[in-house]
């Protein structure tokens, strides 16, 4: 899954969680949906490491919100946690999105099942994603639910223009970052 898809998916729980009364930090939620591939996707072009890799292990996003509660206790300061478990459910959400990968839960679950990590059988090319017609109507799904769930949360115009232009840079971005370091080359 890629960004409107893995951000639309998300936006709709936390939207749900949210009318069902759980306290969450949206924003930070829904950015962090894509943590785990903005954490882990420079590692691999970078180091050859596992495209997924620390961002997605729960034992990263558990440290994460441990980390929250013992600043937000030492500090008297409960936004703390809530910013932290914010940031872990979002990730979490993400994680959750991504297990159409069964190799996925030895990552995931690491170190219960052993020390060492699922190596890819050569470098796994992203982009090879796009052609895959599943990853394209999950895109336009995720995409449509972004748009629904602004609309049910009132956001004005402007709200709907920045997010387009958030997308739009992600994907100039990863484009391009993708293009220095691996090169384009879908066959």
């Known amino acids: 899954m890629y960004l409107q898809g893995h ?62 509660k013992g600043i937000a206790t030492r500090m008297n300061r409960p936004d703390v946690f809530i910013y932290s478990y914010s940031l872990a459910l979002g990730a979490m959400l993400h994680i959750i999105e991504d297990f159409r990968d069964p190799i996925l839960l030895r990552t995931v679950f690491w170190p219960l099942f052993g020390w060492s990590l699922p190596s890819q059988n050569g470098r796994f090319d992203f982009l090879l994603g796009l052609k895959d017609p599943y990853y394209a109507v999950l895109e336009g799904i995720g995409l449509a639910l972004v748009f ?8 004005e115009k402007e709200e709907f223009i920045k997010l387009g232009g958030i997308l739009v840079a992600y994907w100039i971005l990863y484009l391009s970052f993708y293009a220095i370091f691996i090169g384009i080359q879908i066959n």
């Open 7 to 68: 951000i639309g998916v998300s936006a709709l729980i936390l939207h749900f969680l949210e009318k069902k009364g759980i306290k969450i930090i949206f924003p930070v939620a829904l950015f962090s949906s894509m943590l785990p591939d903005f954490i882990d996707k420079p590692l691999e072009f970078l180091f050859l490491l596992p495209g997924r890799f620390v961002g997605h292990m729960i034992l990263t996003w558990l440290i994460v919100v441990m980390l929250g």
């Open 148 to 155: 629904l769930v602004g609309i049910d949360r009132g956001w």
